[in-house]
C-alpha cells in the first residue's frame, strides 16, 4: 500500500530536559542546533537540529525536571504528496488516523496515526496545502 510518501522530514525526541538532550545529540552527531522555540498554546520547549536531510526535533516542558534527563522516541513524521488521500488510504486499510490540521510550519497540514503501528507513533504532513499569503508567512530562522 502506498501513502505517497516522499521521505521523512522530522524524528521527535521527547525529554524531560529538551536543552540538555539537544545539547547532547549535537555533540554525540556533531551537527549544530538550528533554532530554539516555545511551542505556541502548549509552552514546550524545542530545539532543532539536522541530521543528514532529516530534522530532529528534541521536545520538553517549559522547566526542565530535576535529575538526570530520560528520553523516549515520540515518533517521527512522514511527508506526503496529499495528505488527503493517503488519511483515506489509511483509513481504508483500518488505521486509526486523525483528520488532517494545520501543522506549527506554515502552509502544512499534519495528521496523526493513532494506532497499529506496534507502539511507534507517527504522523504524516503535506507542506503547501494551506495557501499563505505574504502577510502569514513567517519571516526565516
Known amino acids: 500500500m502506498s501513502i505517497g510518501a516522499t521521505h521523512i522530514d522530522h524524528i521527535v525526541i521527547r525529554s524531560s530536559d ?4 539537544a ?7 556533531g551537527a549544530p542546533i538550528r533554532r530554539t522555540m516555545t511551542r505556541p498554546g502548549t ?7 539536522k ?15 530535576e535529575g538526570e534527563p530520560r528520553a523516549e522516541l515520540a515518533g517521527f513524521v512522514l511527508c506526503v504528496r496529499d495528505i488527503h488521500a493517503a488519511v483515506s488510504r ?5 488505521y486509526p488516523v486523525g483528520d488532517p490540521k494545520p501543522a506549527v510550519q506554515p502552509g502544512a497540514l499534519i495528521a496523526t496515526v ?6 511507534v507513533p507517527f504522523a504524516i504532513m503535506q507542506y503547501g496545502a494551506i495557501p ?9 530562522a
Not at 51 to 65: D, T, W
Open 18 to 21: 529538551s536543552a540538555a538532550t
Open 23 to 29: 545539547a547532547h545529540f549535537s555533540r554525540l552527531l
Open 43 to 49: 509552552g514546550a520547549h524545542l530545539e532543532f537540529m
Open 51 to 65: 541530521f543528514g536531510e532529516v530534522i530532529l526535533e528534541f521536545a520538553g516542558p517549559p522547566q526542565p525536571s
Open 90 to 94: 489509511l483509513r481504508d486499510r483500518g
Open 114 to 119: 493513532r494506532g497499529g503501528t506496534h507502539g
Open 132 to 140: 499563505q499569503s505574504p502577510a502569514n508567512e513567517e519571516p526565516e
